[in-house]
């Protein structure tokens, strides 16, 4: 997804524009379409043919608004475009698709696990992690970014969900290509709708064997905490919670692995990178603030009017689909100064790339902690970063993502050594 630095969204036509379609995101620039909409239509309808279409909001405050408000606006019928006019599947079931209070059964007890002390455990393990990627950059050689920071998530969720580590690349493959399978380098022969099945498929599959292996051994670990949960006096199914490790995985491949991509991108374009550097310790917490807000790698979340609604005098029906779109509500310039300038000294920043209300990213913690040692490593080792070929962006109308990104660095003198201090046994 490319990201307009001066807009001038004046003889865009959002009519003109099917936000829909996963191409145009590989293609297009959609902040400028988000632009237009913001000035001239924030609260936007799309037809759709063959199904009912959808309201895209692209404010802020609007975005809140239905975020927040579970009584008139549900998850549990499908948060994702992709499957607009479906019901989803895992609704009431899945914790990305349960309305409160329904919902904290299934978020209080995995937000205990995810908390701030626990993640501080899988720290070392993490750093080691990075520190394995980004070792051939301080010998000279380059990397393909994205892909290093798509096997940073897994291995992160990997850690955290203690899946073992020569299962990374095949479910980092897996969620790459069930939430792009439109994507010319995930797409099967069969098509996209086939893409996303198959890759469904695999990694339920592979949860149904996860959570098996658990009921026969528990763990103090997220399996073993969804095995214990019950839902209306009964225990989880099977299914319930492996549709639950699959939401808790995708989630880590949403967040964490587009943020550094798109933000050194930015910098690397502008020349931002030095100046990030020095400053790193004072800046360190609004950069990844930064980071996230410019990414917004979590292009939109979908929601379906529970009675009916008026936005900006806009009446939505009972029934009718609702898309917050990520991106734009952390570029309105009603709340964000600049809002396309990437500023590392950018306070307060109410970004809302983890999103907002009941479903606020319950990972969210883990993200920051990963992103943060990731530009501590990079900004401590090398001196500088630089392109080594054009960037490839993700064809997603989902995940605001670059597929592929070789870059070059000029590593500082300690590098190699701090970075071959990695530990190749198990951290404990």
């Not at 609007?62 to 499957?83: A, E, M, P, Y």
């Not at 907002?356 to 990972?363: A, M």
Request: glycine share 6%; aromatic share 8%.
């Amino acid at each position: 997804m490319r990201m307009s630095k001066v807009v001038d969204s004046s003889q865009v036509d959002p009519n003109s524009i099917d936000l829909l379609n996963p191409s145009f995101y590989g293609e297009g620039d959609p902040h400028l379409v988000w632009d237009a909409m913001r000035k001239r239509a924030p609260i936007h309808w799309q037809n759709v043919e063959g199904k009912d279409g959808f309201w895209s909001v692209t404010k802020y405050e609007d975005s809140l608004r239905v975020l927040k408000d579970h009584n008139d606006f549900t998850s549990t019928r499908g948060t994702l475009l992709s499957i607009l006019g479906v019901e989803d599947p895992a609704g009431e079931k899945q914790m990305a698709v349960t309305d409160p209070p329904k919902h904290a059964i299934l978020r209080v007890p995995l937000q205990k696990a995810l908390n701030p002390r626990e993640i501080e455990k899988h720290i070392p393990r993490i750093r080691n992690e990075i520190r394995k990627l980004l070792l051939p950059m301080a010998l000279g050689e380059p990397i393909d970014l994205a892909t290093s920071m798509a096997s940073i998530s897994t291995a992160a969720a990997g850690l955290i969900l203690n899946l073992p580590s020569e299962d990374w690349p095949l479910l980092t493959r897996l969620t790459n290509a069930s939430i792009a399978p439109d994507d010319p380098e995930y797409l099967l022969p069969a098509g996209p709708e086939e893409t996303m099945k198959r890759a469904h498929r695999e990694l339920f599959a592979y949860f149904h064997d996860v959570v098996s292996d658990r009921r026969k051994s528990p763990k103090e670990d997220i399996v073993s905490i969804l095995l214990d949960i019950e839902m209306d006096g009964e225990r989880l199914t099977q299914g319930n919670i492996v549709s639950n490790l699959y939401s808790l995985l995708l989630g880590a491949n949403v967040t964490t692995p587009h943020v550094p991509t798109a933000s050194f991108l930015e910098i690397i374009e502008n020349d931002l990178y030095e100046d990030w550097m020095l400053n790193f310790s004072e800046y360190a917490q609004s950069g990844l603030d930064e980071a996230l807000r410019w990414s917004s790698p979590a292009s939109h979340f979908m929601r379906y009017a529970k009675n009916d609604v008026v936005l900006r005098g806009k009446q939505i029906k009972k029934g009718d689909a609702v898309v917050v779109w990520i991106g734009s509500a952390n570029r309105d310039e009603d709340i964000f100064s600049n809002p396309y300038q990437f500023d590392i000294r950018r306070k307060p920043n109410k970004h809302i790339s983890f999103g907002f209300g009941p479903h606020h990213c319950v990972g969210h913690f883990a993200a920051k902690q990963t992103l943060g040692i990731l530009f501590e490593e990079v900004f401590t080792n090398f001196e500088s970063i630089k392109l080594a070929a054009t960037p490839e962006h993700l064809s997603s109308n989902f995940i605001a993502g670059i597929k592929h990104m070789q870059i070059l660095a000029h590593p500082k003198k300690c590098a190699e050594m701090t970075l071959s201090e990695i530990t190749l046994s198990e951290v404990n």
